[in-house]
């Protein structure tokens, strides 16, 4: 049995009229007669009644007429579905965030329109950070993921730059630059600093190194913090000082504030990256994604009382 033997067979059904059927499916009369007799020998008996002037269905021929429509339409939901995910509007995608890259106001405007204009696209994400997150690209347990911009990428790896984010400082109140509108990075020379680490951001961890260095001294590493999100209240506690990406900043907690550096502003670029053999038309079509502009971040940083 072929599709085409259901599609004789339901044009014959609704016309009652071998020829007005084979007008319709763009055949001649005898070839369509023939098609007919072939699928009603499969089936084991007589789909029609034929008349002088038309054809009626036979008890097999009023049974099968539903099931014969519900595999066509069923092909073309198959068909259709296919198209979709070749054409990259249908699909699944697994999008990995790093840290607090979610916070970058670009990010949440790409998933958003994104998913406006392809709503048929899944989107699953998924909370690590870059070293994991980079590994699961790897083993394909993800297939996109926004991190903190490595020095250099794993091999097979490509990206798209998405913000070079800069960065703030993080100060307990009562800090005695807490007067200051913007501060010296070397006038915490002497202050222990709450990093991540390094194993979980590399990228961040080096830069963090790096800034201090380029002010003219090398950090005092206090308390490590879990995740970047834990760094806030353990600054508002007391354990040190920190540098965070200034979108990190909408995280309010008593007893600490975000100041401006002054001087020049070390950046955390986020990247999404990506396979480059991934075979998805989805996500090529969230990687031409154009990140939504945002407003500089650098001066919105206020001290939380």
């Not at 550096?261 to 480059?276: D, F, M, N």
């Amino acid at each position: 049995m072929e599709l085409r033997h259901l599609q004789y067979f339901i044009a014959v059904a609704e016309e009652r009229h071998f020829t007005r059927a084979a007008a319709r499916v763009g055949i001649q009369q005898p070839p369509l007669s023939l098609q007919i007799r072939q699928l009603e020998t499969e089936l084991g008996g007589a789909l029609f009644v034929r008349l002088p002037r038309d054809v009626v269905l036979t008890e097999l021929g009023e049974a099968f007429l539903p099931e014969a429509r519900q595999i066509l339409e069923r092909v073309a939901r198959v068909k259709r579905r296919m198209q979709q995910i070749s054409r990259g509007e249908a699909g699944h995608i697994h999008i990995g965030f790093a840290g607090a890259t979610y916070f970058e106001p670009r990010i949440p405007a790409w998933i958003r329109d994104f998913r406006a204009r392809y709503p048929d696209v899944q989107l699953h994400p998924q909370q690590s950070n870059t070293a994991n997150l980079l590994a699961a690209l790897g083993d394909e347990t993800v297939d996109a993921a926004f991190v903190r911009t490595p020095f250099e990428w794993p091999p097979g790896i490509a990206s798209v730059p998405v913000a070079d984010e800069p960065m703030v400082l993080v100060l307990p109140l009562g800090h005695p630059m807490c007067a200051r509108e913007r501060v010296p990075l070397s006038a915490l020379a002497n202050e222990e600093f709450i990093l991540l680490p390094r194993d979980i951001s590399p990228a961040l961890y080096d830069r963090t190194i790096a800034a201090c260095e380029s002010a003219g001294f090398r950090p005092k590493l206090g308390q490590e913090a879990p995740q970047i999100t834990s760094i806030v209240p353990m600054v508002a506690a007391g354990f040190g000082v920190s540098l965070v990406p200034a979108s990190v900043s909408q995280i309010r907690t008593p007893g600490m504030g975000f100041w401006p550096i002054e001087g020049k502003v070390p950046l955390a670029p986020i990247s999404l990256a990506y396979r480059e053999d991934h075979g998805s038309a989805a996500l090529e079509r969230f990687i031409a994604m154009q990140p939504a502009d945002s407003p500089d971040s650098d001066d919105s940083a206020r001290p939380e009382a």
